[in-house]
């Protein structure tokens, strides 16, 4: 990549541009929900709760596992591509930590918007994660085809269409669910994965860098996965209601997600002229049974139901991966 | 390996069969527990509970840890023999993915089956972990030596045999305890872990491969071991009894495991001719302390008492390891 | 290292008779504190509180957090220097291992004597991780050049002054902070990681061995510096008050960390003269989002206020490592 002067100085403005307007667009908009105010403690006495109701402890250890799934796991999935190992998680923190405060505040003006301010609180916190989930799977799609600074210009552009996306189904769809649930937030997480795992699939299958991926960047591309997959359960139930929905919607990724990583060993296994794996069809098919099972996982599918979403998501994934030229099929 | 067209379809017709089998087990057999199914609601009214005294919130946290262990912990663990470093990760992913649903039906009818049905929660996940966990050890010792059908088949009867073992233990020679306690569940564990362990590691001894142990699998087996190391405290605390019983096996094990570290630098220093330090031994025993604290970790042993488990569990564990040629010896 | 016979017992001893010290150190002085002892029960009866109530669980995720920052983030952080990358790992292993139970003794002494005993509780281990972390950072500024023996004599010294210094801060000088915040305790820690950050800086600048840095190394040490970015708000809310207060510190740091992301990519682009990034710079200036706005986490600051000090913080700290030689600047 030739840099002239000019060029030099793109990504430095680009990024001090993008993060003064953060700045001052946190200054205007953003103030603590009341979970997070020194007020809580007159809300506490109010509602006579203890501290441990705080929103807080019934999100945390979600948060911080889906958190770990975007820096970590999505970062590490991508070195597979072993030319661009470093880019690619470096490049992936990048455009993430972007993301999540374009993400804070697009979600907050179309949801979290009461009187003058947005409330942030730890749910905040998660949504943005969910959708700069989507940003990161794009990313996979350009790898090493494009700038950081188009990177940033990219996540933008796809935070700012998922949000609407999002309000378009929430608000002017009455697509409202009952309990206030996950089911239509993740609708559109999903929508975007759908969208862009389908252009970063064929990416990489068309991308000559694949052959050279070796032992080591394998490896480096299993801790990837293997973070996804462990944390898909915390991914799935982060927002959902407090109680048995939170509870079932981990039990239902967990069995979805076992089931996914056996159907696609087979299908790999028989696709493969000398019955071999193919790591990359492990990797795109376990996770599968997570984003298959996403917008029901807080209903009563029962386990067996949720064996029977993986079973048939690691299927077809895999089948549509190998056969598909044009496009992979993400169910 | 020579695949004709034969054993081509051994592998997915495996998968396949296994996962169906689990479809239709799970379908007749596994319900949501209490805390998971919407009539949660009722005995949370019944009981005047908040949604914070759901099981989930007390055992989650803990779970995310012991599941990383199994699938971050054992996988990376078993990447110093470097030939099979990819295998390694692989192949306990698939063995574990496997291993857990077996494991939820095996415990569940054993222990939690109730009517005609065994009611799933977290617990059961993370019992289901606990198991799982010991073959992955087992499959530590026939690393290189077999293929993916043989490991299905060998976690298929360990798990088994694991489940019926500590039926055994907890229901027919009565060795309950008070608490409702761990201590019967870890017995099995430990159990499945220590005859493991002695066919691992002699077969770690005489392996070609492990002179070809080179740098990066190094460091790539210290992800193993620093996740596992990381979170024992939450495999030996995560499903003690809520409250004291919990908090104190965690302090219990973390002693342990800190003590276990010094003696075993000690002692694998002190056998080296150059004083130099074995990084097998550092993994072997550094563990050791997390394995000899378990079964009584949520007992009153005070720190000093885990301390003193852990000086023990380091030392011998070096010296076994060096001098029992025959086979190590995990206290 | 030539190593002679005497030289060759050095470690083995040092490690057995420090090991022997804490297990009689810690049966003179420490015990449970109540939330992890059987007197619990008595405790929560008197007062009505649900085993929700447990310290324990406002603390475990938040522990294990920071417990994983200092084995896995320090530990990988510092594998940039390739011809270390076990060492690096493995004496950070060693030396955490003893440091943590030293600093359970030090600060124990220091803040929380109550007759003749000293009571141990989670916060008790949060703590010692806190005082562990920096001595993790001293050890990067001697890297390669120390032997484990001086690492372990660094280590009992640096605990020592941590300790003492935060008596000095926190009990003479009387700077007492209402509500038993962080705010003093934490204090103690940036002192430490500003001293020793840079010398470690420098350091690294002046290593030959720097250039030797490889494309694995850097995804090594980019595990390190994910760890320590993600978890970061676990760290800087681990200890403070329950409820809003534990909440705010978590955002603070959540919208710190992501500015210092931009800036310190901006300063890193625009200083070199091609344009590109310096992974070092990445590393470093990252995370002084984390360190800048830890004392205050807890604090009112707004999301906007917390987003201004990680834009500074990665604007000087990029700037200073790269235009001060004599030694580079963590806010």
């Not at 898909?232 to 982060?238: C, E, K, L, T």
């Amino acid at each position: 990549m030739a840099w002239n002067t000019n060029l030099h100085w793109r990504l430095p403005i680009t990024c001090l541009v993008l993060q003064a307007a953060m700045v001052v667009l946190f200054g205007v908009f953003v103030r603590y929900d009341i979970h997070a105010d020194v007020h809580w403690w007159y809300e506490r006495n109010r509602k006579n709760l203890s501290n441990m109701e705080n929103e807080f402890y019934y999100r945390y250890p979600s948060f911080q596992d889906v958190h770990a799934m975007v820096f970590v796991g999505f970062g590490f999935l991508m070195t597979f591509l072993q030319r661009y190992g470093f880019g690619a998680v470096g490049f992936n923190f990048l455009l993430a930590a972007f993301g999540i405060q374009w993400a804070l505040l697009m979600q907050g003006w179309l949801h979290h918007f009461e009187g003058k301010h947005i409330y942030l609180g730890i749910e905040g916190l998660i949504n943005a994660d969910f959708c700069v989930a989507s940003s990161c799977v794009a990313f996979g799609a350009v790898l090493g085809k494009v700038s950081p600074v188009q990177l940033l210009i990219m996540t933008f552009f796809q935070v700012t269409l998922f949000s609407v996306n999002e309000y378009i189904v929430l608000n002017l769809l009455k697509a409202k669910d009952a309990g206030g649930s996950m089911t239509i937030h993740t609708f559109g997480a999903y929508f975007g994965l759908t969208v862009t795992w389908i252009l970063y699939r064929r990416n990489l299958e068309q991308s000559k860098q694949r052959q050279s991926s070796v032992y080591h960047s394998d490896l480096f591309a299993m801790i990837g996965t293997l973070f996804l997959w462990m944390y898909w359960p915390s991914f799935n139930s982060a927002i959902s209601n407090h109680g048995d929905s939170q509870h079932r919607a981990v039990l239902n990724t967990y069995c979805s997600l076992a089931a996914s990583v056996l159907t696609s060993v087979a299908v790999s296994s028989a696709v493969h002229k000398r019955g071999k794996l193919d790591m990359v069809h492990i990797q795109n098919a376990t996770l599968a049974g997570g984003v298959g099972v996403g917008t029901a996982a807080e209903m009563m599918l029962m386990p067996y139901g949720a064996l029977i979403v993986g079973f048939f998501c690691g299927l077809f994934s895999t089948l549509g991966f190998v056969y598909l030229t044009v496009a992979s099929w993400v169910p």
